[in-house]
DNA sequence: CTGAAAGCGCTAACAG
DNA sequence: CTGTTAGCGCTTTCAG
C-alpha cells in the first residue's frame, strides 16, 4: 500500500488517488466524473480506491481549473423571519428539484449596509455561477455592475434597470386585496399603520396600495406612520378605536397584526367587535387558529419561477428579461368582521 | 490606460490591477490584504485601482494557494420549521459578531439521505475551516471520518463518539418540564403522542421523557405512537378524551399541538375544560395569544454556544471535546389547566 | 519595501 | 483508452 492509504481523508489528493491506482491524474479525474473515455475495469477500480482512502474532491480546486461554478448563490436576509424562512427553504426545494446547487450567505437583520456588501462579495467570490437576491439589503445600483457577467434574479421584490431579473411578490395587489375586504365589510374610518420606506420596503408598498385603496372608495383614512419596530403605532390605533375614531386597523404585516391583538387583549377591546384588524403575510403556523385576516403570500409560486427562470437563464434557453410578479389569495380570518353600530354617532358619516 | 481598464468585473485578476498600478501581484496581494510591509503610498494607489476595476478577488483561488479557509460551513436542516429557521438566523448572528463567516447549504425535508451526503460533502469539499451541523438528517458515522481534519459541531443534537463536538438542547428536560406540569396540575389519564425516532429523534426524545416521567410519578399512560405527519394520533387522542379515558394529551410538539387545537375546535371540544393540551418549542409568533403549554427551546443559547465553541476550536485555544445541552424555559399556557371533575367515575383513579 | 518564482489541486486540450 | 502538458488566480517564501 502507498503511504496515501493512511493520509487523512481531506488531504487525499486526486494524485494520492491516481497513484494508488497506477494511473494518471487525467486518467482519475475521468474516471470520477464519468465523463470522456475510459475503461470501465479502470474506472471500478478507481472509484473504488478513492472511496477506501476517502477521498473528497476539492471544490475550489476543480472549479478554478475548470474556469466555472456549478453553484448558485443565495443572498438572504435573515431568515427568523417566517416568512423569509420559508422562502429560504423553498428555494432550496426547488433548487435541488432542478438540479441546482445553492450556497447560501445571510446578512443578520441588525447588521447595517457594509455586511451586505460584503456577503455579496463573498458570493461573487466564489464565482457562482448566478445569484439568487432574497433580501431588500442590497440595493440595484450594487448589483448592475455584475449583471452582464452573471445572472442576477430578485426574489421577492422587484428590481429596476434592465439586466437585473426578478420574480416579486405582488404586495400592490395584497395591499388593494385587504382593503377591498375591509371596505366591503362596511368600515368607513379606517386606521392604517404606515411602515416608513426604509424600514421594509414591502410592508411600505402594502400599506399605501391599502391607503389609495380606501380613499379611492371615499373610506376615512388616518395614516399612521410606523418604523420598524413590530409594537410602533398599536397604542394609537386603540386610542382611535376607543374613541370610536376608527372601526378598524389595517397592519401591513402579520406580525403587527398580533401586536395589535396582543394590545387589544390587555386592553380588555374585543376584536373584532371593537375593532377589526388586518394583517398581510399569512404563513405562520397557527394563523388559522386565531383566525386572523390576512393574505397568504405567494411563496412557493415566487420560489418555482426564480428557480426556473434561473435554470434557462443558465442553461442559455433565453436570455430575455424576466420581470414577474404574483400576488396570493387573500385568508378572511375572524379578526375583522362588519362594523358594529357606531355608539358615539358624534362622528355621523352617514 | 491598460486594456484591463475595460475588462467587465469578475473578469478582472490580480494581475490586472499589479499591472495597472505599476507594480507585481505579490505588491499588489499584500497592499490588497494591508499584511506585509509595503509604502502607504502605493497601498492607496493599488485600493484605489482596484476599487475603479471593479476588482472582486477570486476566492476559490485565494484559498486554494494559501490552503486554509476563512469560512465555516453550516448544513442546515429545512428551515421552513421556524425553529430551524430561528436557529439558523441567530447562528448567523453570533457568527458575523464573532468574526466567522458562514456558507450554508440546506437539504429540503423531503430528501432521502442521499442528498444530505451530497451537502456534506459540498461543504467538505470546500475546505470549509469548521462545520456546524444543524440537521438530524446525517449521521454521526458519516462525520466522524472527517473529525480529525475540521472541528465539526453538532448544533441542537447529541453527537456521540468523541471527535464530534455538541452543543445541544436538553429535550430530555424539555419532556421532563412538561411532564411535571401536567402531573402538578392533577392530570391522572394522560395520552402521550410518541414520535417514531426515525421520524424526528428530538421528538421520540421528548415523548420518552414525558412518559418516562409520568409513569414514575403513577399517572396512567396512554402512548400514542405517530409518524412525521403532524396530524397523526390526533383523531385517537380526541376520541379518547371524549370518553374521559384521558384528560390531557402532551404533544411533541408546537406543531402537533397546533393540529390536536384545531381538531378539538372542528369536534366542539373546548380546550381545556374537556382536554388539556401540551406542545414543546416555544417559537411561534403567536404562540401567546393562543396560549400554547409549552417550553421555549433556548435557540439564543445554543446559537452562541456554537459559535464560541467554534471560534475557539478554530484559535485553538482548546482542543477540549465539547459537549454541553441546554434546557429551556416552561410556559405555562391556557391549553393547559387542572381537569374538571370526572363525570364518567368508572376510572376511579382515587 | 518590492519582485521573481514556485506551487495549491484540479481540469482540459492535445498527443500518444 | 491514457499520459503529458499547461495553466486557472492567487499567496508566499526568498532574494533583491
Sequence with gaps: MSDATDRPPLRVTINDVAAAAGVSRATATRALKGEGRFAEETRARILDISERLGYVPNTMAAELAAGRTGTVGLLLRDASNPAYGLLFSRLQDEANRCGLDLVTVTIGADS????????????????VAGLIV???????AQLEPFADQVPIIRAGRDATGDRVHSVAYDEQTHGAL?????????HRRVAVLATDPAASFPEHVRATAMRDHLEAAGVDVTTLPVGAGPAEGVEAALALASTGRITAVMCPSDYRQLAVL????????????????????????GADLLGLTTVRVPVELVARDVVVAMRSLLDSDSDDLVRRSH?????PGTTAAQPSPPRDSFQGTT
Tied chains: 1, 2.
Design 112 to 127: 447595517g449596509g457594509t455586511k451586505q456588501v460584503t456577503a455579496l462579495q463573498r458570493l461573487l467570490g466564489m464565482r
Design 134 to 140: 432574497a433580501t431588500g439589503g442590497v440595493t440595484n
Design 178 to 186: 385587504l382593503a377591498a375586504h375591509v371596505e366591503t365589510l362596511g
Design 262 to 285: 396582543r394590545a387589544a387583549r390587555d386592553a380588555g377591546m374585543s376584536v373584532p367587535a371593537d375593532l377589526s384588524v388586518t394583517g398581510c403575510d399569512g404563513i405562520l403556523p
Design 327 to 331: 400576488a396570493g389569495p387573500l385568508v
